[in-house]
């Protein structure tokens, strides 16, 4: 999951902010939209991603276009940067695509002021009923589907054993280790290893704060769209963090700083320079194809007996609010998520089909990370874990200020107490509860 710049994040909020989309559903009319086309139409398509994805997306789309001869498809993708940036200024100037990929909290932030179709007005065309039961709850805001995962992702530790085979340290057991033995390890591993080596590329993420909360009981958000963790929880989270860049376990805080918005290519662990990181599985193909390395998956630290994990859709495609030819919008996200051809075509590029017959589809095709990537969702699947909810309106902003927050403390100008207090307070305004 990309990060965004605070700086990117407050010009994003602030375009929807100013959308006044509250009304926006209302003002158009979804049964003229939902139609049958008695023509050939054009629809735009948007997504993030390389060139690498923008050649398998492309790909897709003819084929899709070939299936489907009345309609064409005006593909409009760039870079993570400004993707959400351009998009709010087109849905503020009521130019949106007619099929936009967005993640995170997104969907929830333009659903909840109306951009975005509720996709039961289209189900004639989107069938979504191959789907997963939690992918489908992953594109739910408030009950409503306004989402379609294109495939599923979950937290993991990618371990590079070169380095820890250097370093003469021993795998963990990822069956039944805690947080105290991924801090001694990795502080065993940079101790052991090259100057600039170290045990974990990072301190911890935004979303292991999510983990930390489910492994409490707790959550980010309950159901109901505010904080469901509390400050012991919060400070835990930055105790934590301070003591693996104090005991030289993970980087020191300047460097932690000059790697947050790196290419994968840049991060250590894509330089072959870390024996563990906490990311998503689906990066485990382009960090191993960057550092040469065969890289491996294992499960979060203290997951027992309460587990922290989940299963997150890498991304979501929906729809706009405004789309005149919201039939054929749908015609083209049901392809892309139950079409075999697709399938084959995209494979776990968007993560690990939602769809069971298109993982079967792609099975044999995968890379042997794409293989492992596969495999470790199947493990993930079959655990009991604590239901997800997706961000509200405002959560957009919290990733920002865990991260902005984190960078204090591990600079000691906030305490981990202090810290937790402000965070508690600046994500309250930022989701207004």
Not at 219 to 233: A, H, I, N, P
Not at 316 to 342: G, M, P
Not at 385 to 403: D, N
């Amino acid at each position: 999951m990309a990060r965004k710049s605070l700086g990117s994040i407050r010009k994003s909020l602030a375009f929807i902010a100013a959308l006044g989309l509250a009304g926006l559903a209302t003002g158009c009319s979804a049964g003229s939209n939902t139609q049958a086309e008695s023509g050939p139409v054009e629809i735009r398509f948007s997504w993030w991603g390389n060139a690498g994805r923008a050649e398998l997306t492309n790909k897709a789309i003819a084929e899709f276009e070939a299936a489907n001869p009345n309609i064409k498809v005006k593909p409009e993708y760039g870079d993570i940067g400004g993707y959400f940036d351009k998009l709010a200024t087109q849905v503020a100037a009521n130019d949106a695509p007619d099929v936009i990929t967005m993640g995170g909290a997104y969907p929830a932030e333009y659903a909840n002021r109306g951009a975005l179709l509720d996709l039961s007005k289209v189900n004639g065309s989107l069938d979504l009923s191959k789907l997963d039961q939690g992918a489908l709850e992953n594109g739910q805001v408030k009950g409503t589907q306004y989402g379609v995962s294109t495939g599923a992702n979950a937290l993991a530790i990618v371990v590079n054993p070169a380095v820890f085979q250097a370093a003469g340290v021993s795998l963990p057991d990822d069956s039944k280790w805690s947080w105290d033995d991924f801090a001694r390890i990795a502080s065993d591993i940079t101790s052991k290893s090259p100057k600039g080596t170290y045990g974990t590329a990072t301190v911890l993420t935004h979303d292991s704060l999510d983990a930390f909360a489910r492994q409490r009981g707790q959550s980010l958000y309950t159901q109901e769209g505010q904080l469901g963790l509390d400050k012991g929880t919060v400070q835990a989270y930055f105790d934590y963090s301070l003591k693996l860049s104090e005991s030289g376990a993970a980087p020191s805080a300047s460097e932690t700083v000059e790697k947050l918005n790196v290419s994968t290519e840049q991060t250590l662990m894509g330089m072959g320079k870390a024996g563990m990181m906490l990311t998503w599985s689906n990066s485990l193909s382009a960090l191993s194809k960057a550092s040469g390395a065969e890289l491996k998956l294992l499960k979060l630290p203290g997951e027992t007996p309460t587990p922290g994990i989940w299963l997150q859709s890498s991304q979501f495609y929906t729809i706009s609010a405004r789309s005149k030819h919201a039939d054929a919008a749908a015609k083209l996200v049901s392809f892309l998520v139950n079409n075999e051809q697709a399938a084959k075509i995209i494979q776990s590029d968007r993560g690990v089909p939602s769809n069971s017959g298109m993982r079967t589809a792609i099975q044999d095709l995968l890379t042997p990370q794409g293989k492992v990537e596969a495999a470790y969702i199947d493990q993930i699947g079959k655990m009991d874990f604590a239901p997800t909810y997706i961000g509200p309106t405002g959560s957009t902003a919290v990733s920002e200020i865990t991260a902005r927050i984190n960078t204090e403390v591990l600079f000691k100008r906030l305490s981990p107490d202090k810290a937790a207090e402000q965070w508690i307070s600046e994500s309250k305004a930022a989701i207004g509860k």
